[in-house]
């Protein structure tokens, strides 16, 4: 019994085996377990939620007909994206090795954006044309604003103007990003509630979520 509940501890998400280690070492309730059998138990039962966001995720695609889109796993944290180059939908591994709502969330924001790219959604076109602009934008804009500033020629106001329309290529990309990323959360919510991938209570957790984060972006819009 002691090894049954060890093994379901390390399946809940954030505790873990931060939480079933020291369950299974503890005297009471049957143990300690021998330290070995008990690192495998919970590395076994840490392993379980990973497929599930997997096929979580793979039933939205397929039931979109995005047979083609491979998943995977990305090593870093908020690194989830969908590669429309590839047709790759990468899942960070804090997302990746969770069952959790909000992970479940996540999965489906991105697969929102994977359909957004078969149905040929319009601004997530113009966003990825905007995309080497915006870079190359963000990259020069503050280094031509400086160079205008401390030089004193005729041409310095020309250079910092430089700058500034570069800058607002960066800007204009994280305003395009709003629309898509709504609409990414909206596709991906409706999924969830036609696919019954959860209950009504999650539901609203998820959809809170992903509102959430959205303000978090359009926040971040507003300070540029």
């Keep these: 019994m002691h090894t049954i509940i060890v093994f379901l501890i390390s399946m809940i998400p954030l505790i873990e085996l931060r939480g079933a280690v020291p369950y299974g070492l503890s005297p009471y309730m049957g143990g300690p377990l021998p330290i070995v059998p008990l690192y495998i ?16 995720a793979r039933r939205i695609l397929e039931s979109n007909g995005l047979y083609d889109v491979r998943i995977e796993m990305v090593r870093g944290q908020l690194s989830d994206h ?31 954006h994977a359909i957004q790219h078969a149905n040929g959604y319009a601004p997530l076109k113009f966003r990825n044309v905007l995309v080497p602009v915006a870079n190359f934008g963000a ?18 106001w020309y250079i910092m103007m430089a700058g500034v329309i570069a800058f607002s290529l960066a800007v204009l990309f994280q305003i395009v990003t709003l629309p898509v990323e709504f609409n990414a959360s909206k596709r991906g919510l ?12 999650e539901f609203k957790l ?19």
């Design 41 to 56: 138990i919970c590395i076994i039962g840490n392993m379980i939620p990973v497929p599930l966001i997997y096929f979580f």
């Design 82 to 112: 969908y590669d429309p180059r590839n047709k790759v939908l990468r899942l960070s591994d804090s997302v990746y090795g969770q069952a959790s709502v909000a992970a479940v969330g996540v999965a489906a924001h991105e697969c929102g």
């Design 190 to 201: 409706k999924e969830l509630k036609e696919l019954k991938i959860v209950e009504e209570s």
């Design 139 to 156: 990259q020069i804009a503050w280094p031509l604003i400086l160079i205008g500033l401390l030089i004193n020629r005729e041409s310095s």
């Design 206 to 224: 998820s959809r809170g979520m992903l509102i959430a984060a959205a303000l978090t972006y359009v926040a971040s819009v507003a300070s540029s």
